[in-house]
């Protein structure tokens, strides 16, 4: 249990101590368990998590060390307790509990021995109240992490259970990996591919093989790697679904494992229209010759990514570093049509600051300045900054290392400091 876990632990049990009655502090047969405040878990659930049961004896001791299992367990933000004396001289103890805001899927990585059922039976041994989720701290994961190791132990399976909060760009999740097992991918299918043949998929997932099996890995690279090859061909509603992994029985690939991927392609489009809003510095007609798409195109996603870049590149030009272009799709299924709507929010412009070099020689500096010819104040043109490292720093580099005894080019770094208040860019040119 981590130091700040405890101290918050104890603040709540002193908390808890000052709102017990005098009555609480006798020994007295417990009559009634009562919980107010549960929204996702049963009384049942926390009555079990508790240790209490209805007609043990019990005192501040007692419900103290109940409460402190209660809050342990990091399913609970605040906790307190009251006692009341019923007629016939029984305790009647209420917990007012908060549960915790925030509790996590819980995600097994690569526990590919076992089904999912297997699992979740082998985690309630340990963890009764588990439901699929778990907080990220207190004993809970700590509870799921043990009964998971046991279920390894059972099946002399080698490896170390370990688990962490993993963040993704929509959705946190708490992921439990074993650590240590030799898992290698010995075989790729993708149920549902038509128009992008199986065989151009495993060739473009060639660099699974050369890994051990991680479900997260492989849900991440899909979209990345093997989606724009939909997308080249128009179809942009294709989605990859979780990956799923069976053992492989033979020796052939020993410990192994034969991965399916699920694709949903959904239905190829073409390019109907843009639509553009917020756009000032550039007309309509600059910016679609920038996207570089007609109708009745193929609506080639990568291309479309491209014209993206491309239109950036051009506000990039005229000084307006800051561009973004929020884009959103329309889509016409039955005329396999797709409309794009951008809007643009151009930001401010920017203007030359400072040229600042270091690293060399005053002469070399003066050399070098003499062959910039952005001046200060000007609109600053960030293509220039690639032509100029492409052209008179290249040469420059060049030049130096002819005159280095070691003949060695120096390492150069090349970076934009833009000031916001200002609207100015400064330009460091650093040798190593």
Same mark, same amino acid.
């Given at each position: ?30 009559? @009634? ?9 049963? @009384?049942?659930?926390?009555? %079990?998590?508790?240790? #209490? ?32 004396? /019923? ?5 009647? =103890?209420?917990? &007012?509990?908060?549960?915790?805001? =925030? ?11 076992? /089904? ?11 963890? #009764? ?7 990220? /701290? ?28 993993? +963040? ?19 075989? #790729? ?30 849900? *991440?690279? %899909? ?28 020796? &052939? ?16 489009? $073409?390019? %109907? ?10 007309? +309509?007609?600059? #910016? ?9 195109? *193929? %609506? ?48 401010? $412009? ?39 490292? &492409? ?35 400064? =330009? +460091?040119?650093?040798?190593?």
């Amino acid at each position: 249990m981590n130091k700040s876990f405890r101290n918050r632990i104890l603040a709540l049990l002193a908390l808890i101590v000052l709102l017990v009655p005098v009555a609480a502090q006798q020994r007295q047969t417990l009559g @009634r368990l009562e919980f107010v405040g549960l929204k996702r878990l049963t @009384r049942d659930q926390v009555v %079990a998590m508790s240790g #209490l049961q209805v007609g043990q004896v019990v005192d501040a001791q007692v419900l103290d060390s109940a409460a402190g299992e209660l809050l342990k367990t990091g399913l609970f933000r605040k906790l307190s307790y009251r006692v009341h004396n /019923s007629p016939n001289n029984q305790a009647i =103890v209420t917990f &007012q509990v908060e549960e915790s805001a =925030v509790s996590l899927p819980v995600v097994f990585e690569n526990f590919v021995w076992f /089904s999912d059922e297997e699992i979740v039976a082998a985690i309630r041994k340990d963890v #009764l109240y588990f439901n699929g989720t778990s907080p990220a /701290s207190g004993e809970t994961p700590d509870k799921i992490a043990a009964a998971l190791q046991r279920l390894l132990t059972e099946k002399h399976i080698t490896g170390q259970v370990d688990y962490l909060p993993y +963040v993704s760009r929509d959705k946190q999740e708490l992921l439990f990996t074993v650590k240590g097992a030799r898992i290698p991918v010995c075989s #790729l299918h993708f149920p549902g591919a038509s128009a992008v043949p199986e065989a151009d998929l495993v060739k473009a997932s060639q660099a699974l093989f050369k890994t051990d099996y991680s479900k997260k890995d492989i849900a *991440t690279f %899909a979209p990345l790697n093997l989606l724009p090859l939909y997308r080249h061909r128009g179809y942009l509603r294709a989605e990859f679904q979780a990956p799923g992994a069976t053992l492989e029985t033979s020796a &052939q690939c020993s410990g192994g494992v034969h991965v399916t991927i699920p694709i949903t392609e959904g239905p190829s489009y $073409r390019w %109907a229209k843009s639509i553009w809003e917020g756009n000032d510095k550039l007309s +309509v007609e600059d #910016l679609a010759t920038a996207l570089g798409m007609n109708p009745g195109d *193929t %609506a080639d996603g990568v291309k479309i990514d491209a014209g993206l870049k491309n239109i950036a590149k051009a506000y990039a030009q005229r000084g307006y570093l800051t561009t973004t272009i929020n884009e959103s799709a329309e889509y016409d299924d039955a005329a396999s049509l797709v409309t794009y709507h951008f809007n643009i929010n151009e930001g401010p $412009r920017y203007f030359m600051g400072n040229l600042i070099i270091t690293g060399v020689t005053p002469a070399e500096v003066d050399e070098l300045k003499s062959k910039w010819t952005l001046g200060a104040n000007a609109v600053f043109d960030q293509s220039y900054l690639d032509q100029f490292r &492409q052209g008179p720093l290249r040469d420059f580099i060049r030049a130096k290392a002819q005159r280095s005894r070691i003949g060695a080019r120096p390492d150069v770094e090349v970076s934009e400091r833009p000031d916001a208040q200002k609207s100015t860019v400064d =330009v +460091v040119i650093a040798f190593k």
